[in-house]
């Protein structure tokens, strides 16, 4: 569905849009540490329709003159998500007006949009930045060997896309990206997964890419892993690590598949923790 108004918050001098991609097919049947019906009672509870869905969302930073995307969706890949370029479009904001792309991981939902259908740069003048194990990882034969059928088309689609933005790569080190904006290195889902971290007028809101694909379950049952996961074992503890920072920060978090609310902070609960969706 095209959205005509958008979910945002202002944090200092930036503000933050949430943009869907749409749906991408899942199940519940994808997950480690929790049996399926449990995993379909805490959606059920949560009042999700289709429980087995993964809604995407991108994050559009605009501020001090600048324009920043979080991600940029499947690009249609895989008869899902697709609809970040419509979405942009009703917001007014042209490819070409985009001038820094923040990757938090090359997984094909986070960056199939990057892409035209013609293989070119979407956004021409961006640089982009990810984090450098990231790059590595999937630029490793020994890996790519290792992966199924998919995975390999994966692997091929991460090589495709740096090859395209190749002169304006930017990789990733504990510095800030931009005044007020600085990554925040979250590894297993992905070695090289990060988050960012906006810091502005003494507001925060850490955009923490795929540290759940299931909120619901996954803040309640922070041990749930998914097979996504390249390392499950160090996903788990870098989620409980920042599920327990962000709640005792009281940060606000945004999520590549929070739903379509996009923005929440995590509070803690008996065992666990659960989203409180940000409402302005
Ligand atoms: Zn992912
Ligand atoms: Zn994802």
Sequence with gaps: MKGTSFESCQRGDFLVTALSDGNMAASLDLLSGINTAD??????????VEPGNIHINCYLIRGRGRTLLVDAG?????????LLSEN??????????????LITHGHPDHIGGL?????????????????????EYWQDDSKLKLASERGQRNFALVRRTLQAYEHKLHFLDGNEIIPGICPVFLPGHTPGHTGFLIDSGGEKLLIWGDIVHFPHIQSAQPGVTILFDC????AEDTRIRVLERVARENWLVAGMHFGRQGFAHILPVEGGYRLAYFEK
């Design 39 to 48: 995993a379909r009672g805490i959606q059920r509870r949560a009042g999700i």
């Design 74 to 82: 499947t690009g249609g890949l895989n008869n899902a998500g697709g």
């Design 88 to 101: 942009l479009d009703a917001l007014g904001v042209a490819p070409e007006d985009v001038d820094t792309l």
């Design 115 to 135: 892409l035209q259908s013609n293989g070119s740069a979407a956004y021409k003048n961006a640089a982009l930045y990810l984090h450098p194990l990231e790059a």
């Design 231 to 234: 390392d499950p074992a160090q």
